[in-house]
């Protein structure tokens, strides 16, 4: 049995019974108490949307309680603040009609449409298709789906062509963009008109088209995805990040010096990093970098930036095992967040050799500078805070 027997009659009532009563890990006891009133095959249906309904909380907040969902579609399906950046962007040029090749479930559909966009989903899947005709309609938002083949779709009624790429391939995420579906080919064609694309963050520079800007977009210090944008919509720069919910962005990275370390250490948002741009946390911090190839950076003075998380140096560390359980030791730490870059190691399970036990907390930086690792006992600063020395 489908989704869309959840829509109406008998089955938006056992969907409303089953979302009231959902409990994480407690499915097989609601399905035993529904099955007693309703049809089996429906309350099974049931019971597996509410469970997706609670899980995708996480990705749409309270619109998740009105949305109909497949599991595919609630995993590639863009997180709401995010689409959200998007839609706002698009809706700032004269772009008015959107066609979202391969909508899914519809999530961007919702976001563009409720920036006032007239939206087309092209969806080849009937079931999918479905479902995100269902969520419009959830939110009395205007807008069609129609069952197709992104490639076989005619673009030419439309300003801007939206794509999402399916990056799963027998239930497993493919990070390779020569494995999309569609064809890389095919986004590259896309891309030569106006267009935004989704990708996933790992995309290569080297694959992104000459005259298209890639953004990467973060959202609380997570990176999301990367978006390519085309024709009116191409910003003027190669490459950009994005930070979410400040709104931060950043687009140009200025040369920085190395030197060795200083009070503070910055570590660039992923995005930032993604986009290459790191260099733009030492222009913004008045600081420089610690290795040319390693995204650390430091500064004499605390500056707050959204772009990266500050932590002041306390005390340099030889990086060896014995020196580093000492030193946790003798400060009494219990909580100890552990950072790399440039180095082969296994943070969790170097928190385990070192045992930490205490009530102290503290960070320790482990990092390359040249060809030696090197280990930096610190303190996380947090904006608005004024920073102390003891750890």
Same mark, same amino acid.
Request: one cysteine or more; hydrophobic letters at 40%.
């Given at each position: 049995?489908?989704?869309?027997?959840?829509?109406?009659?008998?089955?938006?009532?056992?969907?409303?019974?089953?979302?009231?009563?959902?409990?994480?890990?407690?499915?097989?006891?609601?399905?035993?108490?529904?099955? $007693?009133?309703?049809?089996?095959?429906?309350?099974?249906?049931?019971?597996?949307?509410?469970?997706?309904?609670?899980?995708?909380?996480?990705?749409?907040?309270?619109?998740?309680?009105?949305?109909?969902?497949?599991?595919?579609?609630?995993?590639?399906?863009?997180?709401?603040?995010?689409?959200?950046? $998007? &839609?706002?962007?698009?809706?700032?040029?004269?772009?008015?009609?959107?066609?979202?090749?391969?909508?899914?479930?519809?999530?961007?559909?919702?976001?563009?449409?409720?920036?006032?966009?007239?939206?087309?989903?092209?969806?080849?899947?009937?079931?999918?298709?479905?479902?995100?005709?269902?969520?419009? &309609?959830?939110?009395?938002?205007?807008?069609?789906?129609?069952?197709? @083949?992104?490639?076989?779709?005619?673009?030419?009624?439309?300003?801007?062509?939206?794509?999402?790429?399916?990056?799963?391939?027998?239930?497993?995420?493919?990070?390779?963009?020569?494995?999309?579906?569609?064809?890389?080919?095919?986004?590259?064609?896309?891309?030569? *008109?106006?267009?935004?694309?989704?990708?996933?963050?790992?995309?290569?520079?080297?694959?992104?088209?000459?005259?298209?800007?890639?953004?990467?977009?973060?959202?609380?210090?997570?990176?999301?995805?990367?978006?390519?944008?085309?024709?009116?919509?191409?910003?003027?720069?190669?490459?950009?990040?994005?930070?979410?919910?400040?709104?931060?962005?950043?687009? @140009?990275?200025?040369?920085? @010096?190395?030197?060795?370390?200083?009070?503070?250490?910055?570590?660039?948002?992923?995005?930032?990093?993604?986009?290459?741009?790191?260099?733009?946390? &030492?222009?913004?911090?008045?600081?420089?970098?610690?290795?040319?190839?390693?995204?650390?950076?430091?500064?004499?003075?605390?500056?707050?930036?959204?772009?990266?998380?500050?932590?002041?140096?306390?005390?340099?560390?030889?990086?060896?095992?014995?020196?580093?359980?000492?030193?946790?030791?003798?400060?009494?730490?219990?909580?100890?967040?552990?950072?790399? *870059?440039?180095?082969?190691?296994?943070?969790?399970?170097?928190?385990?050799?070192?045992?930490?036990?205490?009530?102290?907390?503290?960070?320790?930086?482990?990092?390359?500078?040249?060809?030696?690792?090197?280990?930096?006992?610190?303190?996380?600063?947090?904006?608005?805070?004024?920073?102390? *020395?003891?750890?």
């Amino acid at each position: 049995m489908t989704v869309t027997a959840l829509l109406d009659g008998p089955g938006a009532e056992v969907l409303a019974a089953a979302c009231a009563g959902y409990r994480p890990h407690q499915e097989l006891q609601l399905v035993q108490k529904l099955r $007693r009133q309703y049809d089996a095959t429906l309350v099974t249906t049931a019971v597996t949307q509410a469970a997706l309904r609670h899980r995708a909380v996480a990705k749409f907040g309270a619109d998740a309680e009105r949305m109909y969902f497949t599991p595919d579609g609630l995993e590639q399906a863009t997180r709401t603040t995010v689409s959200t950046h $998007r &839609a706002a962007r698009i809706a700032a040029t004269r772009i008015r009609t959107v066609v979202d090749l391969g909508c899914g479930i519809g999530g961007d559909l919702i976001t563009m449409a409720r920036a006032g966009l007239q939206v087309t989903g092209i969806e080849r899947d009937p079931e999918t298709a479905a479902v995100a005709r269902a969520n419009l &309609a959830a939110f009395e938002l205007p807008g069609e789906v129609l069952v197709g @083949d992104a490639e076989a779709t005619d673009l030419t009624p439309y300003d801007l062509v939206f794509a999402d790429p399916a990056r799963r391939a027998d239930g497993r995420r493919v990070f390779d963009h020569n494995a999309y579906s569609p064809p890389w080919s095919f986004v590259t064609s896309l891309l030569e *008109r106006t267009a935004c694309v989704k990708v996933a963050p790992g995309i290569p520079h080297a694959a992104i088209p000459d005259g298209v800007e890639a953004e990467w977009i973060s959202d609380s210090g997570e990176v999301k995805e990367a978006a390519l944008w085309s024709g009116e919509l191409y910003g003027g720069t190669p490459r950009r990040a994005t930070l979410l919910p400040s709104g931060a962005t950043v687009s @140009d990275a200025p040369d920085a @010096d190395v030197r060795p370390i200083g009070q503070y250490i910055y570590e660039p948002d992923g995005a930032v990093v993604r986009a290459g741009l790191v260099t733009a946390v &030492a222009a913004a911090v008045n600081g420089w970098l610690l290795d040319s190839r390693i995204a650390y950076l430091s500064a004499a003075k605390y500056v707050p930036t959204p772009l990266a998380s500050a932590y002041e140096v306390l005390e340099e560390l030889p990086y060896k095992e014995k020196a580093l359980r000492a030193w946790v030791r003798a400060h009494g730490l219990g909580t100890l967040e552990i950072k790399k *870059r440039g180095v082969d190691l296994d943070p969790a399970q170097l928190r385990k050799k070192l045992a930490p036990k205490g009530s102290g907390s503290a960070t320790l930086i482990i990092t390359r500078i040249d060809r030696d690792a090197v280990a930096y006992a610190c303190r996380r600063v947090t904006p608005g805070s004024a920073p102390e *020395r003891p750890v």
